[in-house]
């Protein structure tokens, strides 16, 4: 099994940056896609992106492309999620998320870190 721990939330204002952090542990990270979620209250959790194993697949949902970049770096077993021009509408916990199989946006994740919140100020 894989550990993941999330890191680099905060508040930011609108048109700022974060970028979030998802640190693994145990199984070797490359073993895994990793993909990117976000809940905001009173919603049901979302997909925001996903990664394949080496990084050469992407997918992000509508509202974020262009503005998020997913990435990783398997030697450091750390992925990443670079947010810039950011929306109040952002404003979520952001998960992040490994799975065995990769299916772009078909993928089902696995495993689950405990989460970031994430506020944007308009």
């Known amino acids: 099994q894989v550990q993941l721990v999330e890191s680099g939330g905060g508040l930011v204002q609108a048109g700022g940056s974060l970028r979030l952090s998802c640190a693994a542990s145990?199984?070797?990270?490359?073993?895994?896609?990793m993909g990117w979620f976000r809940q905001a209250p009173g919603e049901e959790r979302a997909f925001v992106a996903a990664i394949s194993w080496g990084g050469g697949s992407t997918y992000y949902t509508t509202s974020v492309k262009g503005r998020f970049t997913i990435s990783r770096d398997n030697a450091k077993n750390t992925g990443y999620l670079q947010m810039n021009s950011l929306k109040p509408v952002d404003t979520a916990v952001y998960y992040c998320a490994a799975a065995t199989h990769y299916r772009g946006l078909a993928t089902t994740f696995d495993f689950w870190g405990q989460g970031t919140q994430v506020t944007v100020s308009s």
């Open positions: 145990g199984r070797p990270f490359s073993d895994y896609a």
